[in-house]
């Protein structure tokens, strides 16, 4: 399993944008699909975010619809940019591996999962 490690979080305002990376720590993201999830204190891990192992499908929460987006950098790095953040936003991310190479939207669908970056946007 590859193991990976996401970045980027931090503490915003209302509005802001934000980006954040996944990368494979030694070794490659080539031909896995690949997700963003997230899960704020007291809830449930819920899907934001998937793109296929070759970047031509994406697939996206309608939480996050038109203010997220996701890209790749083919096998070295994965990216989630996020515009117009809102509190509601706030939660930890994790980045995660699909092995099937098409990017689902369940988290049982992914098999390695980074340790997760925050993202806190104040009001």
């Known amino acids: 399993q590859v193991q990976l490690v996401e970045s980027g979080g931090g503490l915003v305002q209302a509005g802001d944008s934000l980006r954040l990376a996944c990368v494979a720590s030694g070794g490659t993201l080539a031909g896995y699909g690949m997700g963003w999830f997230r899960q704020a204190p007291g809830k449930e891990r819920e899907f934001v975010a998937a793109i296929s192992w070759r970047g031509d499908r994406t697939y996206y929460a309608d939480s996050v619809k038109e203010r997220f987006s996701i890209c790749r950098d083919d096998s070295k790095a994965m990216y989630l940019q996020m515009y117009t953040l809102k509190p509601e936003d706030t939660a930890v991310y994790f980045c995660?591996?699909?092995?099937?190479?098409?990017?689902?939207?369940?988290?049982?669908?992914?098999?390695?999962w980074g340790q997760g970056t925050q993202v806190t946007v104040s009001s």
């Open positions: 995660a591996t699909d092995m099937l190479g098409g990017g689902g939207t369940q988290a049982d669908e992914y098999e390695s």
